[in-house]
Nanobody, 121 residues
Framework: QLQLVESGGGLVQPGGSLRLSCAAS????????IGWFRQAPGKEREGVSC????????NYADSVRGRFTISRDNAKNTVYLQMNSLKPEDTAVYYC??????????????WGRGTQVTVSS
């Protein structure tokens, strides 16, 4: 059974850091592009970052570029999102998702349940 599970969320002060993890079970993440998305209350879901199956190509939303870093460890079947210099507007539920195609080229067919990130003083 194919599953993605996010972890690492929590409450942090502005300027703080968190590292989110996306772990797969039932399938091998090595063959998928993995995206991170987020949704804040009352707002639509937005793409945050994506990494190619080979790990050589990454992209970021303008709002997080320079602060967030996506990476993958295929041996651990896990993708990470390192979030630095967090701002209150980063507060959202963060989801990871897997796609057969390159980032932005096809649908994300598998989704995790999300992990809450709250940035507040």
């Amino acid at each position: 059974q194919l599953q993605l599970v996010e972890s690492g969320g929590g409450l942090v002060q502005p300027g703080g850091s968190l590292r989110l993890s996306c772990a797969a079970s039932g399938f091998t993440l090595e063959y998928y592009a993995i995206g991170w998305f987020r949704q804040a209350p009352g707002k639509e879901r937005e793409g945050v970052s994506c990494i190619a199956s080979g790990g050589g190509t990454t992209n970021y939303a303008d709002s997080v570029r320079g602060r967030f870093t996506i990476s993958r460890d295929n041996a651990k079947n896990t993708v990470y999102l390192q979030m630095n210099s967090l701002k209150p507007e980063d507060t959202a539920v963060y989801y990871c998702a897997a796609a057969w195609a390159s980032c932005g080229k096809g649908p994300f067919d598998y989704w995790g349940r999300g992990t809450q990130v709250t940035v507040s003083s």
